[in-house]
């Protein structure tokens, strides 16, 4: 007969649950005045959690910042990679999912895509490396399926970054510009089609 695993203790489920409003704070602090408005004290304060208590799972500030940047990276890729499960049978559907699904996340949460944005250009020289590897590893993963779902010789041979940039590049290069308020009129539906339309021409054999 199997043996159950032990159902969460009472202090697990209280320190996620306190991880969990801090994130929230961070964020919304984040969203409203950028980095600079993140102090342990207004996290404290909002949150109703102690600065002993955050300083003890996050330490200072920056690893405050370090794990909302982680959180949102991790919302990012769980959407992202469950949208091209969902939808990427062929390769045609798989390629078109990475971009729908890559734009339809930001559109949805611009908030979040700010910070994402303007936290990744903050990180420091010694953990910049430590975030290209992450990054890279999900790019391999992400674009990885499609080799699974691809017919011999259906898509080019590309690898890595390369792969990444021929797909998403476009998409980032769009969402960035909107982000940043420079195409207030764009029209959201017919970007993902036309983005996604492309992104298949870009990879697909001849």
């Known amino acids: 007969m199997p043996v159950k695993a032990p159902a969460a203790s009472r202090r697990t489920v209280d320190t996620r649950a306190r991880r969990q ?3 929230k704070v961070v964020a919304e602090l984040q969203r409203d005045g950028g980095s600079e408005a993140v102090t342990l004290a207004r996290v404290s304060e909002a949150s109703g959690v102690s600065i002993g208590s955050i300083y003890h799972q996050f330490g200072d500030k920056d690893g405050l910042l370090d794990a909302s940047f982680e959180a949102l990276i991790a919302d990012y890729r769980t959407h992202l990679l469950a949208f091209v499960k969902r939808e990427g049978r062929t390769a045609r559907q798989y390629v078109r999912a990475v971009v729908t699904g890559h734009l339809t996340w930001v559109f949805e949460h611009p908030d979040e895509a ?4 303007r936290k990744r250009r903050e990180v420091p020289p010694e953990r910049d490396a430590a975030v290209r590897r992450s ?3 999900f790019g391999a993963e992400l674009l990885g399926g499609l ?8 898509v080019v041979p590309l690898e ?12 980032h290069e769009i969402s960035r510009q909107w982000l940043e308020g420079r195409l207030p009129d764009l029209e959201q ?5 036309s983005l996604a339309d492309a992104a298949w021409r870009a990879v697909k054999a001849d």
Do not use: N, Q, S, Y
Request: overall charge positive.
């Open 189 to 193: 539906d017919e970007a993902i089609r």
């Open 114 to 117: 700010r910070t994402l944005f």
């Open 135 to 137: 990054t890279g590893a």
């Open 147 to 154: 080799r699974k779902v691809a017919r011999a010789g259906e």
């Open 160 to 171: 890595g970054a390369l792969a990444a940039a021929v797909v998403l590049g476009p998409a």
């Open 21 to 23: 409003r801090v994130m």
